[in-house]
Structures are given as structure tokens and as C-alpha cells.
């Protein structure tokens, strides 16, 4: 039998279940969900806290390779955003993984962030505009902000408000979910509903 095939999650502290244990984060939940529903499709959970993305850039290619994923879930830039790093620099690394990624036979789903306004109001909107725009660009389905319904809740938030708690997750994932469904929902192991 043909192994199942692979979702890759490749994000950072957001999808790392950062300060929860693993099993509390979404992607993990996301795993049960898909097993549940009866999908057949493995999740790998690559994501690597503090991750910018050019780290993620430099890492993608191998992690295509040994996982061959079917769909690429693409989480990055946050850290790139809380640092102050280029804004230009990091569509351009985004892009290269979307390029990557879609080279290796996978297909995308974006994940936007949103950042604080530390570093102003100009800066806070052409971050927050790559993720429309790469999507656009590309013909993704992207997901316009991964932390919409929990991010102003302080009874969701961890004590940094940056990182969602355990609670939270179960509500991050349903916020991915509408945008990953339809591009799993042709090959579910068992007819769904």
C-alpha cells in the first residue's frame, strides 16, 4: 500500500506549540481531526521556534525532499516581523518556498500573521500586505490571520502576548481549517460528509 500522503507544516514558535506540550498544539489536533474525519494523510510537524524566513528558506529544500508532502502548510515571517527585518526580504523568501514547494509537486496554503505595531504604522502595513499579495501572486489559498479569534484575548494568550496557550489551539486550528479542507477533501480514505 502507497503511503499516506504528507501534509508539512512549516511554521514557527505558532506552530511549534511553543511554552504548551506538543501534544496541546494545533498541529497535532489537526492530526487527530484528520484521523477522525477519516483522511488519510500523515502530518509532519517542522516547524522550529524563533524561526525566520530565511531560516526557513534554508531549510525547506531538505525537508521537501525527505517528506515529499502533498500539501505544504506555510507558516512564516512573524519572527521576521517582531525583529524588524526587511519587509521585502522576507516576501522574497516566502516566495521562494511557495516556488519550492510547488517545484516539488506540493501545494501551499499560506498562513498570515499579523504583528504588533512596535515599529510603526508603515511598517505594520507592508508586513501585513505580503501575505494578500503572495497569494494573489501565487493562486494560493492563504489563511489572512492564523491568530484572528484569539490574539485580543487575553484569557487565550499566553503571558507574552505573542503565543496562544493551550486553550487556544482547538480555536487556531478551526481558523486554518475552512482554508486546508478543500485542499484535502478529495482524497478522504472514507467517504465524509
Known amino acids: 500500500m502507497a503511503s499516506a500522503p ?21 498541529v497535532t489536533l489537526l492530526t487527530q481531526r484528520l484521523q477522525t474525519q477519516g483522511y488519510g ?7 522550529v521556534s524563533g524561526e525566520t524566513s530565511s531560516g526557513g528558506l534554508e531549510r525547506l529544500p531538505r525537508a521537501l525532499k525527505l517528506h515529499g508532502p502533498g500539501i505544504v502548510i506555510l507558516e512564516l515571517g512573524a519572527n521576521d516581523g517582531l525583529r524588524g527585518l526587511p519587509v521585502n526580504a522576507m516576501r522574497d523568501n516566502l516566495a521562494r518556498m511557495v516556488q519550492l514547494s510547488q517545484a516539488a509537486g506540493a501545494r501551499v496554503l499560506l498562513v498570515g500573521i499579523r504583528i504588533p505595531p512596535n515599529y510603526g ?19 494560493l489559498p492563504f ?11 487575553t484569557a487565550l494568550m499566553q503571558e507574552d502576548g505573542l503565543h496562544p496557550n493551550a486553550a487556544a489551539e482547538p480555536i487556531v486550528l478551526d481558523t486554518l481549517w475552512p482554508y486546508l479542507k478543500p485542499l484535502i477533501s478529495h482524497t478522504p480514505r472514507t467517504e465524509g460528509h
Open 6 to 26: 504528507t501534509i508539512l507544516v512549516f511554521g514557527d514558535s505558532l506552530s511549534a506549540a511553543y511554552g504548551i506540550r506538543p501534544e496541546q498544539g494545533w
Open 121 to 139: 504604522p508603515r511598517y505594520t502595513e507592508e508586513f501585513a500586505r505580503v501575505y494578500p499579495d503572495l497569494a494573489q501572486q501565487y493562486h
Open 41 to 47: 494523510y500523515q502530518v509532519v510537524n517542522a516547524s
Open 143 to 153: 489563511v489572512p490571520f492564523l491568530l484572528q479569534k484569539v490574539a485580543l484575548d
